[in-house]
């Protein structure tokens, strides 16, 4: 197979058409229809990820997080994010995969996974849950960069070597929501959100510094709490995944943007994008009004 049967059209994502996805809270809103974010992420590994994916998730705004995984990664979460709740419960949406590796994946992460997975409501797959992509039945969106992406498709037996996706993310991105029946969202110097027959969308890059570890992990917690306020939706209609997603993806922009502009252009932490993540979404919220 190859990525570019066709030449592939797409749109650009912009602040206007970021706007529409922005769930600003009503009077009559709580934290339950707010959208709740379960998130099976982390490992002893990475505890780091999942203390950034919290972090991220909560800074965009939604009703609760729900962090689910070992102890020692739920304490490192709870010392940071004391609103992040540790116990199960009713989710919209969940979050998984992200600071964990398949193939040190123990019992308790891989029941965890399970039920997310069995549970039915819209998933954010990202890094060390790929390989559960097949079990999943629920709409997903799951969020590669190009070498996830190609080791994915290789384990699909479609050969994608890394350079390939280099050279034609996009063609590669709109490959992958067809083979693999998911939406993708490719992240790389320049990011692509595509759907299973849906639309293929540019999502302009921001400023280089953002290729230092974590970002990603924190683009997957901004993602989840956008999709948590969408589930119902995204449930009803899969190709809303697509502009979810860019949305995701504009928001992280941004925040690395301000991130960088309050630094005098340098480079920044991933919790300091984080911190600027409610601004990002705060001049969204203002556009849609
Ligand atoms: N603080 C934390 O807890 C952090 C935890 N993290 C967690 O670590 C886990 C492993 O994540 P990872 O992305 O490092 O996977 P890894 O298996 O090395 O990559 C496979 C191959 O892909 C390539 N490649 C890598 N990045 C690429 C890119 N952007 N764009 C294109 N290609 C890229 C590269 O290939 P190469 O360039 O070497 O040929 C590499 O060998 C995961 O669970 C993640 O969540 C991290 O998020 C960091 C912060
Ligand atoms: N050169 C670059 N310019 C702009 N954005 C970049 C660049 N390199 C990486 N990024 C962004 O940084 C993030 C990196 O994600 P990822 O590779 O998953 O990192 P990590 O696994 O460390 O969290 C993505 O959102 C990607 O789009």
Sequence with gaps: MSSADVTVPFRSWSAERAAAWIRVPARDDHKYTRGVLGVVSGSRRYPGAAVLGVEAALHTGLGMVRYLGPRTVGDAVLARRPEAVTSDGRVQAWLLGSGQDPADRGKATARRLDAAIADGRPLVVDAGALDLLPRASAPVVMTPHHGELSALLGSRGID?????????????????????????????PVTWAAAPGGELLRIAGGPAWLGTAGAGDALAGVLGALLAGHGDRVLDDPTALAPIAATASWVHTRAAELASAANGGGPFTILGLVERLPHAVGELAALGR
Excluded at 160 to 188: M, Q, S
Aim: no cysteine; net charge negative; glycine share 10%.
């Design 160 to 188: 994608a070597p890394r350079e390939a996706i280099d050279a034609d993310p996009d063609g590669w991105a709109r490959a992958a929501a067809r083979e693999l029946g998911a939406a993708v969202l490719l992240k790389g």
